[in-house]
């Protein structure tokens, strides 16, 4: 066996079940090797505190360049364990600034040890080639008060520019690990900064790929029948420590310095999406820009898509986002682009309103001092407790008034412009979509609703969806193959009735080769051409991962590789 050539076994011992690659560990030092690399044990590392000498050991020879994913659970005690009995008895329904440092604390010290053992090989052997994806912690929460599962405060890295820099980091993704309805549950979810997001990419020279997925809400926690309950879940989703996580983002974008080497991002702000659509459609949403014109998170994200090759994101966003307030910008090397965004604005208003111009001049509300979690008890905390106390917590969720689905142009129009702007500047656009997830469950706000819904969409109780999408010619867009392929530039409008404006069509029309025919489809044949289709369609458009087989666009048998034709 030690006389076959090594590319011989390996070549062996790729065809071999898990099972047989046990049995050939042992037949000689080449097949131990070929054995190993084949059956993809060491591929992947759970990481956390209590095994970092066993992933040491196990990745400190050979092993380590077998290892393509470490994950890492963060974990935050339960605060019984972190603060001494009287401090607790001082602060039984709010959280104190000092427990908020601690929280800080841990998880630095978590991020710092993750940092420091992969270090640790690669100093010892050389740069591997890694996907690293740290979760959010999901903390048990012990206490009766509700107040101390439903936290808005995010947890902060302290001293980011301490931690080392990591050549096998080739990948970075930071996650919420579950959904959690505090209400109904004893855990809490605890929100990373999105800084954090920059402040660990830029410590990774060599990073190709740049993800996450995590709430950043805005008003989007469960609508209970309760006002008890009510009072309690807005304090999951306060709009202060929303906008100053966004800002800070901003601000950490903008001075850092990314890898040359990033060529992808993608990033979901609006996970769940489940969450993002409770919204009710009557209810005020924050004024998350202040006083500035544009949304500083929303033009720090264009300053990071400027290199990419594919981009995809999840988030509220104005139209900053793909075109700055003065000035001009050009994307050379963007080839797929899909835009997921929400219909309210960072603004407080919205992009949609409902049938007659309902709820087309709501506004947002400023930000201020009560926008944010007291950092000790109050007296209201302690009258809801005692609420609580006598008549119990009652968690049922009753449906918001869902009714946007109308355009509204004075706000949609500018957000439309500067993507057709923008994707115009794109030479190398392969498929680019930008679109919407909407919903309509009225109740009885308009009479005699159903039959109002039927004229909106053929089923209107379903997720629906508005969007614009671009297909490139010579381009399976969007992995679909056979009727979407074209020697034409394409563009689907699947806006129900909605029509661009001259001056607006135009600039779409704009996009891509205009030496090359463009194609135009209005509407889809299976959802009425006048109608909103399902949100199934739009489900679809991602750039990575598989696409659902009830879409209702042709399959093809990938699911990753973007395929152009020669």
Same mark, same amino acid.
């Given at each position: 066996?030690?006389?076959?050539? $090594?590319?011989?076994?390996?070549?062996?011992?790729?065809?071999?079940?898990?099972?047989?690659?046990?049995? /050939?560990?042992?037949?000689?030092?080449?097949?131990?090797?070929?054995?190993?690399?084949?059956?993809?044990?060491?591929?992947?590392?759970?990481?956390?505190? %209590?095994?970092?000498?066993?992933?040491?050991?196990?990745?400190?020879? *050979?092993?380590?360049?077998?290892?393509?994913?470490?994950?890492?659970?963060?974990?935050?005690?339960?605060?019984?364990?972190?603060?001494?009995?009287?401090?607790?008895?001082?602060?039984?329904?709010?959280?104190?600034?000092?427990?908020?440092?601690?929280?800080?604390?841990?998880?630095?010290?978590?991020?710092?040890?993750?940092?420091? /053992?992969?270090?640790?090989?690669?100093?010892?052997? !050389?740069?591997?080639?890694?996907?690293?994806?740290?979760?959010?912690?999901?903390?048990?929460?012990?206490?009766?008060?509700?107040?101390?599962?439903?936290?808005?405060?995010?947890?902060?890295?302290? =001293?980011?520019?301490?931690?080392?820099?990591?050549?096998?980091? *080739?990948?970075?993704?930071?996650?919420?690990? #579950?959904?959690?309805?505090?209400?109904?549950?004893?855990?809490?979810?605890?929100?990373?900064?999105?800084?954090?997001?920059?402040?660990?990419?830029?410590?990774?020279? #060599?990073?190709?790929?740049?993800?996450?997925?995590?709430?950043?809400?805005?008003?989007?926690?469960?609508?209970? @029948?309760?006002?008890?309950?009510?009072?309690?879940?807005?304090?999951?989703?306060?709009?202060?420590?929303?906008?100053?996580?966004?800002?800070?983002?901003?601000?950490?974008?903008?001075?850092? %310095?990314?890898? =040359?080497?990033?060529?992808?991002?993608?990033?979901?702000?609006?996970?769940?999406?489940?969450?993002?659509?409770?919204?009710?459609?009557?209810?005020?949403?924050? @004024?998350?820009?202040?006083?500035?014109?544009?949304?500083?998170?929303?033009?720090?994200?264009?300053?990071?898509?400027?290199?990419?090759?594919?981009?995809?994101?999840?988030?509220?966003?104005?139209? !900053?986002?793909?075109?700055?307030?003065?000035? %001009?910008?050009?994307?050379?090397?963007?080839?797929?682009?899909?835009?997921?965004?929400?219909?309210?604005?960072?603004?407080?208003?919205?992009?949609?309103?409902?049938?007659?111009?309902?709820?087309?001049?709501?506004?947002?509300?400023?930000?201020?001092?009560? !926008?944010?979690?007291?950092?000790?008890?109050? %007296?209201?905390?302690?009258?809801?407790?005692?609420?609580?106390?006598?008549?119990?917590?009652?968690?049922?969720?009753? @449906?918001?008034?869902?009714?946007?689905?109308?355009?509204?142009?004075?706000?949609?129009?500018?957000?439309?412009?500067?993507?057709?702007?923008?994707?115009?500047?794109?030479?190398?656009?392969?498929?680019?979509?930008?679109?919407?997830?909407?919903?309509?469950?009225?109740?009885?706000?308009?009479? @005699?609703?159903?039959?109002?819904?039927?004229?909106?969409?053929?089923?209107?109780?379903?997720?629906?969806?508005?969007?614009? /999408?671009?297909?490139?010619?010579?381009?399976?867009?969007?992995?679909?193959?056979? $009727?979407?392929?074209?020697?034409?530039?394409?563009?689907?409008?699947?806006?129900?009735?909605? *029509?661009?404006?001259?001056?607006?069509?135009?600039?779409?029309?704009?996009?891509?080769?205009?030496?090359?025919?463009?194609?135009?489809?209005?509407?889809?044949?299976?959802?009425?051409?006048?109608?909103?289709?399902?949100?199934?369609?739009?489900?679809?458009?991602?750039?990575?991962?598989?696409?659902?087989?009830?879409?209702?666009?042709?399959?093809?048998?990938?699911?990753?590789?973007?395929?152009?034709?020669?």
């Amino acid at each position: 066996m030690n006389s076959l050539p $090594q590319e011989l076994v390996e070549r062996v011992c790729v065809f071999l079940t898990r099972d047989d690659l046990k049995n /050939t560990l042992t037949l000689s030092r080449s097949f131990q090797y070929a054995s190993e690399r084949a059956s993809k044990a060491y591929t992947t590392f759970d990481l956390n505190s %209590s095994n970092t000498e066993d992933f040491k050991k196990l990745y400190a020879g *050979r092993r380590w360049v077998y290892l393509r994913h470490v994950r890492y659970q963060t974990y935050i005690p339960p605060s019984a364990e972190v603060a001494d009995a009287e401090h607790l008895a001082k602060h039984n329904c709010r959280e104190s600034p000092q427990e908020l440092r601690e929280k800080d604390e841990l998880f630095t010290e978590q991020i710092k040890s993750i940092f420091d /053992t992969i270090k640790s090989l690669e100093d010892s052997s !050389s740069e591997g080639k890694l996907q690293l994806t740290i979760y959010a912690p999901v903390r048990e929460v012990r206490e009766t008060c509700a107040h101390r599962k439903c936290i808005s405060w995010r947890l902060h890295l302290l =001293s980011p520019d301490s931690l080392p820099h990591l050549g096998s980091v *080739r990948a970075l993704r930071i996650e919420d690990p #579950r959904i959690i309805y505090p209400l109904e549950d004893n855990n809490s979810l605890l929100k990373i900064d999105l800084r954090v997001i920059v402040d660990l990419a830029v410590k990774f020279p #060599r990073l190709e790929y740049l993800g996450c997925k995590l709430f950043a809400g805005s008003g989007w926690t469960p609508y209970y @029948n309760s006002e008890v309950a009510r009072t309690y879940s807005r304090d999951c989703d306060r709009p202060g420590p929303l906008r100053d996580t966004r800002l800070g983002f901003a601000k950490a974008l903008d001075n850092a %310095s990314l890898p =040359s080497t990033l060529r992808e991002a993608q990033l979901d702000f609006l996970w769940p999406m489940s969450s993002a659509e409770r919204i009710d459609h009557d209810e005020r949403i924050p @004024n998350l820009a202040g006083s500035n014109t544009y949304d500083l998170f929303s033009s720090s994200l264009r300053a990071l898509s400027y290199g990419l090759r594919r981009l995809e994101l999840k988030l509220v966003a104005d139209a !900053s986002l793909f075109w700055p307030s003065a000035g %001009s910008t050009s994307y050379p090397n963007l080839e797929s682009v899909c835009i997921l965004f929400h219909m309210s604005t960072p603004a407080g208003r919205w992009y949609f309103d409902g049938p007659d111009g309902l709820g087309s001049d709501a506004e947002g509300f400023q930000v201020d001092e009560g !926008s944010y979690p007291p950092l000790e008890d109050t %007296s209201d905390d302690e009258a809801l407790d005692e609420e609580v106390d006598d008549e119990g917590l009652n968690t049922e969720i009753v @449906n918001n008034k869902r009714f946007r689905v109308r355009p509204n142009n004075e706000v949609l129009s500018p957000f439309l412009t500067a993507f057709a702007k923008a994707a115009s500047e794109m030479p190398k656009l392969k498929e680019a979509s930008l679109w919407s997830p909407l919903r309509w469950q009225t109740g009885d706000a308009y009479g @005699n609703s159903d039959e109002l819904g039927k004229n909106i969409a053929k089923w209107p109780d379903r997720p629906l969806a508005w969007g614009i /999408t671009y297909i490139a010619p010579k381009t399976f867009g969007f992995h679909f193959e056979g $009727q979407h392929y074209s020697q034409s530039r394409q563009l689907f409008w699947t806006t129900g009735t909605w *029509r661009p404006s001259d001056e607006l069509h135009d600039l779409f029309g704009r996009i891509g080769d205009q030496s090359v025919e463009l194609l135009e489809y209005w509407g889809l044949d299976n959802y009425g051409k006048e109608m909103l289709p399902l949100r199934e369609v739009f489900d679809q458009f991602q750039i990575y991962g598989r696409r659902h087989p009830a879409c209702a666009w042709p399959v093809d048998k990938s699911f990753i590789i973007h395929k152009t034709l020669q």
